[in-house]
């Protein structure tokens, strides 16, 4: 498998599960990236070079403080099925371009 033939979004700083939700992964997807959607297929890569093929379960919504630091990111949900120890601090989140233009031009 060829990272090169996908679009890097950004390197894990952190994860937590959230009971019910499943994994939200930080920072998240940059305001500058495409445009990525709930069910997208995000594509992880350790630092030991497992891939992990999975979805995009949700986008998480932030409520910030008065005066407090805003992200530039938006963090978002993976299945219930990973666990946040699957998922090692330091991974590559990618994004599987191939599979919405492959439905889009259907």
Request: aromatic share 8%; hydrophobic share 40%; no cysteine.
């Amino acid at each position: 498998m060829r990272m090169d033939d996908y679009i890097f979004l950004f390197t894990i700083t952190d994860r937590f599960s959230i009971e019910g939700r499943g994994v939200v992964v930080v920072p998240g997807i940059p305001w500058t990236a495409p445009t990525v959607r709930k069910g997208d297929p995000p594509v992880l890569r350790t630092p030991l070079g497992a891939i992990i093929k999975t979805t995009l379960q949700d986008i998480e919504l932030i409520n910030y403080r008065p005066g407090a630091n805003r992200l530039e990111a938006t963090p978002f949900s993976l299945p219930k099925n990973i666990h946040k120890f699957d998922i090692p601090i330091g991974t590559g989140v990618y994004l599987d371009t191939s599979v919405n233009q492959q439905a889009n031009s259907e």
